[in-house]
Structures are given as structure tokens and as C-alpha cells.
T-cell receptor, first 109, second 114 residues
């Protein structure tokens, strides 16, 4: 059974700081996704990582994938308040996508 | 514009009533999905459909039913058998022909049952 674990589940950080969210998973998967969700809103796709060593960057967010370690990271550089949201990682299993519980990120001005 | 629409945005029902949530997509995607999200929680899969006239149960299908008569539409019925139906419901679709199977989400329906 595929399990997806994110940590931390809650993160409060100061603007301008760097931090990393971790996503561990239990069985092999060939696709890993990162999504963002603002309070009361739907999910917005951030990154799709398809292969070992894949790295993608968009603004202050960078996602990477290590399939051997079954680990993906979402790194936040010089955080700004606008990045406050809940971030989910997810992986596909057969024809479904399994989500982690999410990391609620609160960036203090 | 291409996308996924869900209606209504907010829905209020009395306990014991069935209610149907709408999900429509014009992305020409084959696969569609229904998720439930409870406050502070992740997403749990209710039902999914990979092709018209076919669908499969997800992890929490009890008390729910779906149909897939058209490629564009995947309505979800929350029946009176669902013990705790109050939640945020999200519909998604994906293009299984592409390499990423990335899911695109609708805006969601917030259901409150009293």
C-alpha cells in the first residue's frame, strides 16, 4: 500500500528565511506532484516530477525528487507572506493519485 | 476557457436528504475523480472514472454514488447513508494519454448537512 508522509505538518516561519518541506513515500512511483491550496480554495498544481534527480523551480519554490530514497523536497527560498498556504505532495498509484496530509505554511511578516 | 466547473459553491441540506454535486469539464480529459476534504485534512478519494460508463470505488465510497454517462460530466450523489457528509468536495480530471497524468481541480463545493 502506498503511503505518503509529509513533514512538518505545520510550519510557521519568518519572511526572508529558507525552509524545506519533506515528502516521503513507501513504494515506488513514477510521478510525484506538488500542489498548493489557499484557505477555502481548490488545489493549484505547482510541479510534476517524473524522474529521479528531477528538479523544478518556480519563483521562490524549488522541488526535487530522489526516487532511490523515496523522497521529494519542496524548498522555499527567502519566504514571503504570499507563500502562506497548505502544500500537498501526491503520488500516483495505478490510476489514482494518493495525497499526503499537507503542510500548512504560515509566513510571518 | 478550458477548465472544470463545480456547482453549487455552497450547498445546505437537511439530514436524510440525498444531494447531487455537479462536476463538468471541457478539457477533453478521460479520467475524472471525486475527493472529500475535511478541515485541516488531506484529500480522500471517493470515486473515480477512467472512461465513460465506467467508474471505480475509491477509499471512502460508502454512502456515495456516481455516474459517468458523458465524458464531460461526473456528478456525485451524497446519499442519506453517508454518516458524516459535511465536508468540502473537490472534483478533478486528468489526461491519461499524457506523460504526467496531472490532475486539474475544480473550485469545490462546500456541503453542510444539518
Amino acid at each position: 500500500e502506498l503511503k505518503v508522509e509529509q513533514n512538518p505538518l505545520f510550519l510557521s516561519m519568518q519572511e526572508g528565511k529558507n525552509y524545506t518541506i519533506y515528502c516521503n513515500y513507501s513504494t515506488t512511483s513514477d510521478r510525484l506532484y506538488w500542489y498548493r491550496q489557499d484557505p477555502g480554495k481548490s488545489l493549484e498544481s505547482l510541479f510534476v516530477l517524473l524522474s529521479n534527480g528531477a528538479v523544478k523551480q518556480e519563483g521562490r519554490l524549488m522541488a526535487s525528487l530522489d526516487t532511490k530514497a523515496r523522497l521529494s523536497t519542496l524548498h522555499i527560498t527567502a519566504a514571503v507572506h504570499d507563500l502562506s498556504a497548505t502544500y500537498f505532495c501526491a503520488l500516483n498509484r495505478d490510476d489514482k493519485i494518493i495525497f499526503g496530509k499537507g503542510t500548512r505554511l504560515h509566513i510571518l511578516p | 476557457d478550458g477548465g472544470i466547473t463545480q456547482s453549487p459553491k455552497y450547498l445546505f441540506r437537511k439530514e436524510g436528504q440525498n444531494v447531487t454535486l455537479s462536476c463538468e469539464q471541457n478539457l477533453n480529459h478521460d479520467a475524472m475523480y471525486w475527493y472529500r476534504q475535511d478541515p485541516g485534512q488531506g484529500l480522500r478519494l471517493i470515486y473515480y472514472s477512467q472512461i465513460v460508463n465506467d467508474f471505480q470505488k475509491g477509499d471512502i465510497a460508502e454512502g456515495y454514488s456516481v455516474s459517468r454517462e458523458k465524458k464531460e460530466s461526473f456528478p456525485l450523489t451524497v446519499t442519506s447513508a453517508q454518516k458524516n457528509p459535511t465536508a468540502f468536495y473537490l472534483c478533478a480530471s486528468s489526461n491519461r494519454a499524457g506523460p504526467s497524468y496531472e490532475q486539474y481541480f475544480g473550485p469545490g463545493t462546500r456541503l453542510t448537512v444539518t
